[in-house]
């Protein structure tokens, strides 16, 4: 027999191998923990072999030819990483969520999602999920139950095209730990009512606010309120005409203006700060890396597992990725990226999903 098909294996990576379907020697690896698909073609998970694999912790599918999750992928109840980005899903299975009660890490990045299951939020051990790229409209209020969550992306999505301009719930402000929020890309309008308030776990926790590629009007004085906010990208909202008022922190550092056709040009948005009595330190910007836009799934480009926010890798391969969620880590103050976008990779081009 073949030597990956060792009995005592635990970890197994298979990617682009050209595989159709998963191999029916899997069958008998009841051992293993970790098992890597990326890359192949694979359309189905054969039922009588996942079912089999109930000691994963970590399975890696992105880049196959999923159309549907079959029952048995809930027995996998051990499981802390589910990487599911570019495939073909149109919905989530709503006993997933409670199936899997210790995931980490879940990414169903680049796919056609048109809705999550409000069992969502009974992920209360989830810490990293990714659902960008997808058809949502909005995000289910649940989503305020999910307490270990530190880093939410729902970029490229059509939130607020079908509810009143939000798409965001307000329980979002629940959310006791998360510190990166990207919602560039879609179709807001608003942000939900209590968005921030005093009372909001946000307020001392959210270090990473992106907002860039929304319809966006000014947001007052919301940038003082979050007093953890490292950084903040605005770019592409056409009907804000100046930065947030009353920033937090003595210097305000204004980020590379990508383009001088939307928002307002750099020079305009240094004299505002200047004229509101803060420094302006003008300098070109690298965006800190944040989660790859590519459908390369967990584990970026090099596959090193993520650090989330506060520390702390997400173990057991998990994960995997989103390595690239890297935060700026200027504690004294706060980068505001300011102006229009021109389709740069910052997620202000469109694209909903």
Known sequence: RPLWQSYGLTSLNLDFCGLEALPAGLRGLT???????????ITQLAADVIGQLTDLRSLLLPRNRLVRLPPQLLLLTRMTALDLTSNRLDRIPSALPTAMPAMHALSVAHNS???LPVSIGAMRRLSILDVSHNKLTQLPWSIGGMVSLTALSASR????????????????????????????GNKMRRLPAGFAAPASGL???????????????????????????????????????????????????????YSRKRLMRLEAAAAALEAAGLDVVRHNFTPAAGWSDRGAGF???????????????????????LRD????????????QVGGSDGDDDGTAGGHG
């Open 203 to 257: 307020c001392s926790t959210l270090q990473s606010l992106w907002l860039q590629g929304n319809d966006l009007p000014d947001l007052g004085d919301l940038a003082l309120r979050l007093t953890s906010l490292a950084e903040l990208k605005l770019t592409g909202n056409p009907r804000m005409r100046s930065p947030p008022a009353r920033m937090h922190g003595a210097s305000i550092h204004v980020l590379r203006d």
């Open 157 to 184: 999505n059509r939130l607020g095209a079908a509810t009143l301009g939000c798409g965001l719930p307000g329980t979002v402000g629940l959310l006791p730990r998360l510190a990166a929020l990207r919602l560039d």
């Open 325 to 336: 969620l890297g935060l700026p880590g200027r504690p004294g103050g706060l980068g505001v």
């Open 299 to 321: 584990g970026g480009r090099d596959g090193r597992a993520p650090v989330a926010p506060g520390g702390g890798e997400v173990r057991d391969a998990v994960l995997l990725g």
């Open 31 to 41: 051992s293993l923990t970790e098992l890597s698909l990326r890359g192949n073609s």
């Open 113 to 115: 999602l048109r809705a």
